[in-house]
């Protein structure tokens, strides 16, 4: 997904990352906006997902044994062949590749919304590992894509909104996901050369702003404030902000405006400065 709006003095580009059972469609309310404001916009699929959300859900098959690694350094190579570095702004696992990405040197700034917590962050959440149990329960589903039910999307994904609200969002947007992905984030902190590791003391890294919601059950508020005290011994600019009373889609729940301004408007203001990749 690629839209180009109208070059303007203030423009940026900016590429979004979509997390675990979403496409890119996730960003569509998302996409429109920054493109109205003005700003470049890519959305670009994981690898061997840009086939659409029904593809997807009759043959998932492609996307077994994809893994962080894999998934980060496919939008490395996007990141490189831009002109700019991009604004990057990712959801859930695209939260935590953003973090990766902007590890590597890569983006004028970050944004990561309800964010997958890179290594190092050790606070456990009941919700957090009953909306993953469906995965983490069956240690075959390492090498297979696992589907949640109805019911399982709502209680991880929407529980803010009644089942007829988050039954449709579940028949738009819900795709199968690796479970691979699940089982390299649930046990990092095992391992010791996790694909979910970044340095937590980069002082060269762009700004990176974390967005956390209140009521989300798949990456609760608690693990995203870890997330963001891991960072203390950075020098570069890491900022929070809650949004109280919002589930784990918050890009695409009711109200999703307010949390879209918010990452545009602090996305954009600490972006200056940000140079041109060096071409070899």
């Known amino acids: 997904m690629r ?34 404001a003005g700003h470049q916009v890519l959305a670009p699929a994981w690898p061997m997902m840009d086939v659409g959300v029904a593809a997807l859900r009759r043959d998932p098959s492609a996307m077994e044994g ?20 991009p604004v990057i702004i990712g959801h859930s696992l695209g939260g935590l590749v953003t973090q990766i990405l902007l590890d590597r040197g890569l983006g004028s700034t970050g944004v990561v919304i309800d964010s997958t917590p890179v290594r190092g962050v050790r606070r456990l959440s009941m919700t957090s590992l009953h909306a993953t149990l469906p995965v983490l329960r069956n240690p075959t589903n390492r090498r297979r894509t696992v589907a949640l039910t109805p019911e399982q999307w ?66 609760p508020a608690v693990l995203n404030r870890e997330n963001v005290e891991r960072y203390e011994t950075s020098r570069t600019v890491t900022d929070y902000h809650e949004f109280p009373g919002r589930p784990h889609l918050t890009i695409g729940v009711p109200g999703w405006e307010a949390v879209a301004d918010y990452a545009m408007t602090w996305a954009v203001g600490h972006s200056a400065g940000r140079r041109a990749w060096a071409r070899s």
């Open 3 to 36: 839209t180009r709006a109208p070059h303007s003095p203030g423009v940026r580009t900016v590429l979004f990352v979509h997390g675990l059972w979403l496409t890119p469609l996730a960003w569509e309310h998302w996409v429109d906006r920054f493109a109205s």
């Open 66 to 85: 994809l893994g962080v690694t894999e998934i980060a350094d496919h939008y490395s190579r996007i990141i490189r062949s831009l002109d700019t570095p």
């Open 154 to 219: 709502h209680r991880a994904f929407c529980g803010t909104l009644d089942r007829t609200a988050s039954d449709t969002l579940y028949e738009r947007y819900h795709v199968p996901t690796p479970g691979r992905l699940l089982w390299q984030t649930a046990t990092a902190n095992l391992r010791l050369r996790p694909q979910t590791r970044v340095n937590l003391r980069n002082d060269t890294r762009a700004p990176l702003l974390f967005i956390a919601g209140g009521a989300d059950r798949l990456a």
